[in-house]
């Protein structure tokens, strides 16, 4: 628990960024060295990431958080049609105006603690989605998803040179989104999120987010006004999840509503409490771990089931088939759900928490023989 | 006016759904102290009994047609048919009325288990940890439905006699044209039954009024006696009878399909919240407020005015009743209040 | 004549049908301690409540310093310079004891609300100096970075005190400081109650051990049915008839 020093946080900072950067290289072996993979890692780790602000620090379970993810994406996509193909400004517009409805919404729901701050973000993620199917249709393109067209405006696009043939594609000051430069966009996006997220986690501000969620009534009558402090944590994961959303949008110029589904909040607080809650690495743990499984296990069919279990006698390979299919290709949700009930009952700290344990167990034992020496 | 009164008894009809689903979920927050995220789940499996019960019902022989004597057809015909012909087919008729008897031990059975095998463990647990751990588990309820039934919505059709509709407009003084379908006033007629049921089990029983009592004061669950592990299972396991016959019945109405639990389920936690975390009475009367406010704001007339009103009336009102009357309905001072 | 720096006016509270308080007089002297006894139930814990704003009372002033308290928040009332130890310790159980006494430094410091979230806690050596000067005064300087849950309650108990002496608070509520406490650790809190007297701090003392109140108190002050039936020096309380009826027969004096 001794406060961690700013060298031993640059120290960090340079690890973190060192194994994101290179993760085509490594992650070419275990068959996720590509483009659209490695962009959904440092998506979803932005959220993550973000999503663990508030409910790492805090302890508030936000069910809401979806609602800022499609925000993000739409508000993306209307820059590149009304603006420009470059995402930059997309950006921008998609964490401002999420932080924006964070604002409003985080100012009515944080009124409420407990279950009850769940179930109102809840009722607003929900709201949100409702009308992206019905009345907000205009904006959202109801079931269809937003999409890019040829006749789109694209102001400030016109202005240097004339609509092409076919749909143009986003890109970074002229860096392509798709492949592996979208990924170093995003990538340095996440180092860059990442390195905010642990500045907060090591400021008097971060522990002060920690003291609320140990004992919120001693933070008022310790003479803290705990309201504000809430609502910028959600604030800021807010912005995140409007951050992420927008890249999702710049990496694949498509915005649907199904992305703000409550599920979908859920899958972002599964990654949070699988890597560890309220630990700094943790959630981008969780999701490389879910990211990474769900793309091989949703990939999977009986086929490739057999044929990993050939080496077994033909009638256990046939059982295992059997018990194993329902978890994999369409039904990697199965998986998600008992992992997500696995983790909470047996590891509820998460793989963070596991490995302080078996960290522990090996200290102890060290110092055993140490003392046994002696 | 006709439009109205017709919009009442849809609006009761969801209210009953409503109400059903947020008294279980009431009684287990009530006694249990458990947010239970898998309590919609019961309620899709309540549904899915129904489905199951057709299903066994209608197993059938691949037999040959006899009306098609020009070329050999083949079709299926059920074994109840075969042995017992007529009768036969009024039981598969009656498919539905009769799944009652088969979902009461299956959904008491799944109640048990779950109780057993999960949610005793998460009782001493924060309530963070218990929305986490049920909404894993609604999960996997609903994916492993999915994986056997399918994605699709499964028809369990009525039986036929009840298929059709009822003059009610005359009862009413409202003329022969007012029509409301007849499964759906048995439906209403069921939800009253139930809870006028748990009701009097709570209020004229040993056991339920020492459940109340708990349910007044959390510390008095330590009234239930040295046998309080065996009394929640108890309590469990008939909530998940009722809400699992709440989806059953509902079946007729909204052909089952695997992610209905997770729709109910976030409304009737809305609705909970409005009647009062913990208050049996507020839950009901909140299931049949929401209910009607929701048939209403979905009139074209309303919609004209406010669009998309009936999308998010629901989670309007719960936003506006927890601000400012954070207790709910009929919510009592300092339960859960925070 | 000293100022006086809290004075309670008026107070009424009842909850339901029940009165609480009834016709609530006080007045603490500046840089006195003022304990309070009373029998269980006479809305001592209430009183307090009142003070510190968790509870409005319904009719009725309480001022400090001249400005009047209801009506404001908790973090408002801390502020302006009241400090409370609670009857069941309220620490952070999941941070370290140097972080549980740090925070209300930073409170102190810093206000109700403060957004310096990228400035590093390592950079805020003043701060931690001063929690851990504190800590060494009521020592627990050997446990700087375990997690406060895992003390013991007494030291639980020393360590709110901590908390609450870090922010050099004008005024101090103890709620039955060594309430559960074993002889040793009571006679502790005495010393450590005696050497934060002669810092000067007004005190008031909730308390039910009449040799803890006899041993720090300058005035005491009983309460009985939410009024206060008797007020003076520890002498003249010993003496007072009225007092001894209230303890049944002075069974506890």
């Known amino acids: 628990m001794k406060s961690p020093t700013i060298k031993n946080d640059m120290f960090v900072m340079l690890i973190f960024s060192a194994i994101i950067l290179s993760m085509p290289i490594w992650l070419k072996p275990l068959g996720a060295g590509y483009p659209d993979l490695l962009q959904k890692f440092a998506i979803f780790g932005i959220f993550a990431v973000g999503y663990n602000i508030l409910f790492g620090l805090t302890g508030y379970l936000s069910f809401g958080h979806a609602a800022f993810l499609g925000i993000g994406s739409y508000t993306a996509v209307w820059s590149f049609k009304l603006l420009t193909m470059n995402v930059f400004p997309a950006l921008i517009f998609s964490v401002l105006l999420s932080g924006l409805f964070a604002m409003l919404i985080g100012f009515i729901t944080l009124r409420r603690s407990g279950i009850y701050f769940s179930i109102l973000t809840l009722a607003f993620a929900q709201m949100f989605y409702n009308l992206a199917y019905s009345v907000l249709t205009p904006i959202t393109n109801g079931e269809t998803g937003l999409q890019l067209a040829r006749g789109d405006a694209r102001i400030i696009d016109r202005l240097f040179s004339d609509a092409g043939e076919g749909l143009p594609s986003t890109n970074f000051f002229g860096l392509e989104m798709s492949g592996y430069s979208g990924f170093y966009v995003c990538a340095v996006l996440l180092i860059i999120a990442f390195f905010i997220s642990q500045r907060i986690f090591h400021s008097p501000f971060g522990i002060k987010l920690r003291a609320i969620k140990s004992n919120q009534t001693r933070m008022k009558y310790t003479g803290y006004n705990t309201r504000p402090y809430l609502l910028t944590a959600f604030v800021i994961s807010g912005m995140y999840a409007g951050l992420a959303g927008g890249l999702m949008a710049a990496t694949d110029p498509l915005a649907g509503a199904e992305r703000m589904q409550w599920t979908a909040s859920g899958e972002v607080v599964l990654m949070t409490i699988l890597g560890g809650v309220g630990t700094l690495i943790g959630p981008m743990l969780g999701v490389g771990i879910i990211k990474y499984f769900e793309n091989i296990f949703s990939s999977l069919n009986d086929q490739a089931l057999l044929q990993a279990y050939s080496f077994m006698p033909d009638w256990l390979a046939n059982i295992m088939v059997t018990i194993t299919s329902p978890f994999v290709g369409e039904g990697w949700h199965l998986t998600l759900g008992a992992l997500f009930v696995l983790i909470v009952v047996f590891l509820p700290g998460g793989i963070m928490e596991g490995v302080s344990l078996i960290k522990k167990r090996f200290s102890k034992t060290q110092a055993n023989t140490e003392t046994g020496k002696s | 006016m006709d439009a109205i009164f017709l919009q009442i008894l849809n609006g009761l009809d969801k209210g009953g759904a409503y109400a059903l689903i947020a008294l279980g979920l009431t009684l287990?927050?009530?006694?249990?102290?458990?947010?239970?995220?898998?309590?919609?789940?019961?309620?899709?499996?309540?549904?899915?009994?129904?489905?199951?019960?057709?299903?066994?019902?209608?197993?059938?022989?691949?037999?040959?047609?006899?009306?098609i004597t020009f070329f050999d057809a083949f079709k299926d015909q059920p074994y109840l048919e075969i042995w017992f012909g007529d009768f036969g087919k009024t039981i598969i008729d009656y498919s539905v009325p009769l799944s009652i008897l088969f979902a009461i031990p299956v959904m008491l059975l799944i109640g048990l288990i779950m109780e057993r095998g999960l949610i005793r463990h998460f009782y001493k647990r924060t309530h963070a940890e218990q929305i986490l751990v049920t909404f894993g588990l609604a999960i996997v309820l609903q994916e492993i439905v999915k994986s056997m039934f399918g994605a699709n919505p499964i028809p369990t059709p009525a039986p036929d006699i009840v298929s059709g509709s009822a003059h009610i407009g005359v009862l009413f003084g409202l003329g022969e044209s007012v029509v409301y379908p007849w499964w759906r006033l048995i439906y209403l007629a069921f939800s009253g039954l139930v809870i006028a049921g748990v009701f009097a089990f709570l209020n004229?029983?040993?056991?339920?009024?020492?459940?109340?009592?708990?349910?007044?004061?959390?510390?008095?669950?330590?009234?239930?006696?040295?046998?309080?592990e065996k009394k929640f299972t108890i309590i469990f396991g008939l909530a998940a009878v009722v809400t699992g016959l709440a989806g059953l019945m509902y079946s007729p109405i909204l052909p089952p399909d695997y992610h209905m639990g997770m729709d109910f389920l976030v409304l009737s936690f809305v609705v909970v919240v409005v009647g009062g975390m913990g208050s049996l009475g507020g839950a009901v009367t909140a299931g049949f407020l929401l209910g009607i406010l929701q048939s209403f704001a979905s009139m074209n007339e309303v919609k004209a005015i406010i669009p998309g009103i009936d999308q998010i009336i629901i989670y309007l009102v719960a936003v506006v009743i927890l601000l400012v009357r954070p207790r709910g309905l009929l919510g009592r001072e300092g339960v859960m209040e925070d | 004549m000293s100022n006086i720096i809290l004075k309670i006016d008026n107070v009424q509270k009842s909850f339901g049908g029940l009165k609480a308080l009834s016709d609530l007089n006080l007045e603490i002297e500046e840089g006195k301690v003022h304990a309070i006894i009373g029998p269980n139930g006479a809305g001592k814990s209430t009183m307090l409540n009142v003070c510190i704003g968790q509870l409005a009372p319904d009719s009725g002033t309480v001022t400090f310093h001249g400005e009047n308290m209801i009506g404001k928040?908790?973090?408002?009332?801390?502020?302006?310079?009241?400090?409370?130890?609670?009857?069941?310790?309220?620490?952070?159980?999941?941070?370290?004891?140097?972080?549980?006494?740090?925070?209300?430094?930073?409170?102190?410091?810093?206000?109700a609300f403060k957004m310096n979230l990228l400035c590093s806690l390592s950079n805020e050596s003043a701060i931690q100096d001063e929690a851990c000067h504190i800590l060494e005064d009521i020592g627990l300087t050997a446990q700087l970075h375990t997690h406060a849950g895992s003390l013991s309650r007494g030291d639980k108990r020393r360590l709110e005190l901590a908390m609450c002496l870090v922010q050099h608070p004008k005024l101090l509520l103890l709620d039955e400081p060594t309430a559960g406490m074993a002889r040793h650790d009571t006679n502790k809190t005495i010393e450590l109650l005696k050497k934060i007297k002669e810092r000067g701090m007004t005190k008031i003392i909730i308390e039910h051990d009449m040799h803890v109140v006899f041993s720090v108190a300058d005035h005491i002050s009983v309460l009985a049915q939410g009024t206060i039936i008797a007020s003076g020096t520890p002498d003249d309380i010993r003496g007072n008839p009225k007092v001894q009826e209230a303890y049944l027969g002075g069974a506890h004096l």
Do not use: W, Y
Request: proline content about 4%.
């Open chain 2, 28 to 67: 287990v927050f009530g006694t249990l102290g458990v947010v239970n995220f898998a309590h919609g789940a019961l309620f899709m499996l309540g549904a899915f009994c129904s489905v199951t019960f057709q299903k066994l019902l209608t197993i059938s022989k691949h037999v040959k047609d006899e009306s």
């Open chain 2, 204 to 228: 004229l029983t040993t056991f339920g009024m020492v459940v109340r009592a708990g349910m007044m004061d959390r510390e008095m669950v330590g009234m239930l006696g040295i046998d309080v």
């Open chain 3, 73 to 111: 928040s908790p973090h408002e009332i801390n502020q302006a310079g009241i400090s409370r130890v609670f009857q069941t310790p309220e620490i952070f159980p999941d941070l370290s004891l140097l972080q549980n006494v740090m925070i209300p430094a930073f409170a102190k410091h810093e206000g």
